[in-house]
């Protein structure tokens, strides 16, 4: 049974930071590029983030970039999202995936930007 449990959102103020973490467990994590997606409120789901089976390259979408980090730990099977200078745009659902969405979503974790 493949499982993406997302943990770390919560309520920050503009300008804040989180860490979000996602551990995967059912399948060879450590073989699959990872993904960060988000869905803001009455939107569908975007990429934010991608990061290579071995972390070596990560890529991101524009309206994140310079202010994410994402990154992975092998040996826990987590990859994880850091996020600085935090905006209002950025409230949204954050959810992990393998590379090719063939997994089933998690519950994802909700990041709340708002003063």
């Known amino acids: 049974q493949v499982q993406l449990v997302e943990s770390g959102g919560g309520l920050v103020q503009p300008g804040g930071s989180l860490t979000l973490s996602c551990i995967a467990s059912?399948?060879?994590?450590?073989?699959?590029?990872m993904t960060w997606y988000r869905r803001p409120p009455g939107k569908e789901r975007e990429l934010v983030a991608v990061i290579t089976a071995n972390g070596g390259i990560t890529k991101y979408e524009d309206f994140v970039k310079g202010r994410f980090t994402i990154s992975r730990d092998n040996s826990k099977n987590t990859v994880y999202l850091q996020m600085n200078d935090l905006q209002v745009e950025d409230t949204a659902v954050y959810y992990c995936?393998?590379?090719?969405?063939?997994?089933?979503w998690g519950q994802g974790t909700q990041v709340t930007v708002s003063s």
């Open positions: 995936m393998p590379e090719g969405g063939w997994a089933h």
């Open positions: 059912g399948f060879a994590f450590s073989t699959y590029l």
